[in-house]
């Protein structure tokens, strides 16, 4: 039996683009498309695929639009040649697989007035009935019957859009499958304190075919998910957890995500450095839940936590709804500056899928930005987290009089690069300070983490706090954390030096700054605190974006 499509990594292809004069230079993150199967022996390495009606990129890791400062060159990447494949790279361990997808052949482009007047509804997991976990089990029974492709884009603007069209997809396939074009994915609601906050049970039964025996024996129900795990267990009460996640939930989505770079993720044109920068949701909690979830005791945390085997939990689809639920919510919740990007670069990026059909379909990113218009909706559930702002510390001062938060001690930019294999302490310049309301409205003060390089074959986990002790615990309630770095382990084409990523993590800080009164201050103290793995920083510093 074939298992559930996985996420995967790195690329061999070449991709094609139209010629211009001159043309600009096109850098890309060498990404790989793979068809990841898991045969029964565990060993046999498929490179047949009778079927095709799973839900795949193959064919194509992505086609960001190409759009350089200068609007005369630009131009969209085209769909790599996939004959060009080439071999995975899969981490010690992993189960053999076929890297390649079928050869696409002529695509027709996604057209959104086709979809269906018939509405999906995506249920949250922990609220459905019999009748729908019979229909449901049938259909990943079915799926799982298949051969299985699919590709990941993770660390920039593609993440939500990306993942959308995949659940859009996969949903299709299984509501085929089953015989109702109405059926609509469950979301596992793990911000939800009513219920959510623990693996769903429709999938912890072993008889089902939503079950999968490699997760975290210790994370079965009742279990609470830590959505700022750090790979061992809080040793807290269930109330903190709770109220954990919920601040964890405001920070990320509400003070954090106040910008479409900020939230979605720094823009990735050709010419750019691969690995722009991961949005505040994608660092948290959508890494931690997946090491969460996953089976420590397996040689790659198989299978939610590393990004190659993901895709074969059921769980992993659930995940990705209630982030993709979440980006919906995300643009209710106020604020100018809180909507998607507008720029050609961004809604002109394109994607390969396989439809339910088998056929494969060529998407923009402009046609998924209202789920409504693709034919789903979620079904309303609370969102208790959105007044879940920190709590203000006691403010201290220091024998000199100076906040702790404007304290002067600590290293200088010379200090950097460093390797965070302890806690690192920074003063940072503020650039503007005493800032009005209007202009707060305007721009947002960021903390930029730059220059961040580690093993992506790892998970990586840092936090960044503001006017913290020497030896103060910060949890994810404290209003002294900024936010974090996170790295979900995968595989990357290449050599050593290639699997060495190089990224930069952006956190709005202004209401971090209300919150410590620290607004006035001329400099902040920055801590930056390892928490799994080893990373090196080039660089902290402050800027101000408006989206």
Same mark, same amino acid.
């Not at 029964?40 to 009778?50: F, I, L, S, V």
């Not at 721009?443 to 990586?460: A, C, N, P, T």
């Given at each position: ?55 795949? @990129? &193959? +064919?194509?890791?992505?086609? %960001?639009?190409?759009?350089? /400062? ?5 131009? #969209?990447?085209?769909? *790599? ?112 304190? @009513? &219920? +959510?906050?623990?693996?769903? %049970?429709?999938?912890?039964? /072993? ?5 999968? #025996?490699?997760?975290? *024996? ?330």
């Amino acid at each position: 039996m074939a298992s559930l499509p996985s996420l995967a990594v790195s690329s061999s292809f070449r991709f094609h683009r139209r010629r211009y004069s001159p043309p600009p230079p096109i850098k890309h993150s060498r990404k790989l498309i793979k068809a990841t199967s898991r045969p029964d022996d565990g060993h046999e390495n498929r490179n047949t695929t009778a079927r095709r009606d799973v839900l795949v @990129a &193959g +064919g194509l890791y992505y086609g %960001a639009a190409v759009l350089t /400062p200068s609007p005369a060159f630009s131009q #969209p990447i085209t769909a *790599p040649d996939t004959t060009q494949c080439g071999a995975a790279d899969l981490p010690a361990g992993a189960d053999p697989t076929n890297c390649c997808p079928p050869p696409a052949g002529r695509f027709k482009d996604f057209d959104p007035t086709s979809v269906s007047s018939r509405t999906r509804v995506r249920p949250a997991a922990h609220l459905v009935d019999e009748a729908y976990v019979a229909k449901y089990k049938r259909a990943v029974e079915l799926m799982k019957a298949l051969p299985d492709l699919e590709v990941q884009v993770h660390n920039s603007w593609l993440f939500f859009p990306w993942h959308r069209y995949y659940l859009y997809f996969h949903e299709k396939i299984l509501g085929k499958l089953i015989g109702d074009p109405t059926f609509g994915l469950p979301f596992w609601n793990w911000d939800n304190p @009513a &219920g +959510g906050m623990q693996l769903p %049970a429709i999938y912890a039964d /072993p008889t089902s075919p939503l079950y999968n #025996p490699l997760r975290d *024996p210790n994370h079965q129900p009742p279990a609470l998910t830590d959505l700022d795990y750090s790979g061992q267990d809080a040793t807290i009460t269930p109330r903190d957890q709770v109220s954990d996640n919920l601040t964890n939930m405001y920070r990320q989505v509400v003070a954090s995500g106040k910008t479409a770079t900020l939230f979605l993720g720094s823009p990735y044109r050709a010419g750019d450095e691969p690995n722009p920068g991961p949005g505040s949701f994608e660092s948290t909690p959508h890494g931690p839940v997946h090491l969460w979830t996953g089976d420590p005791a397996q040689p790659n945390g198989e299978d939610m936590g590393n990004f190659y085997s993901a895709a074969r939990d059921p769980i992993f689809f659930a995940h990705h709804t209630n982030i993709d639920r979440v980006w919906n919510v995300w643009k209710t919740l106020g604020g100018k500056r809180r909507v998607d990007f507008a720029t050609p670069d961004f809604l002109d990026a394109s994607f390969l899928f396989y439809d339910e059909n088998a056929d494969p379909v060529r998407v923009r990113v402009r046609d998924c930005l209202e789920s409504g218009k693709m034919g789903f909706v979620y079904q309303d559930v609370a969102d208790a987290w959105t007044g879940s702002r920190p709590r203000p510390p006691t403010k201290t001062v220091s024998k000199s009089g100076k906040t702790a938060y404007g304290s002067v001690e600590g290293q200088t930019a010379s200090f950097f690069p460093v390797v965070l294999d302890r806690r690192v302490k920074v003063e940072v310049k503020r650039p503007r300070k005493s800032r009005s309301k209007e202009e707060k409205e305007d721009e947002e003060e960021v903390l930029v983490v730059e220059g961040i390089e580690y093993d992506s074959r790892k998970f990586v986990k840092f936090d960044v706090c503001v006017g913290i002790d020497d030896d103060e615990v910060v949890t994810a309630a404290s209003a002294k954390l900024a936010g974090c770095f996170v790295n979900v382990p995968h595989g990357h084409k290449g050599d050593e030096a290639m699997k060495r990523f190089k990224t930069k993590l952006r956190l709005g800080i202004s209401d971090l700054l209300e919150d410590l009164e620290a607004e006035g201050d001329d400099s902040i103290m920055v801590t930056l605190v390892p928490r799994s793995g080893v990373a090196s920083v080039g660089g902290v510093k402050i800027e101000f974006l408006r989206d």
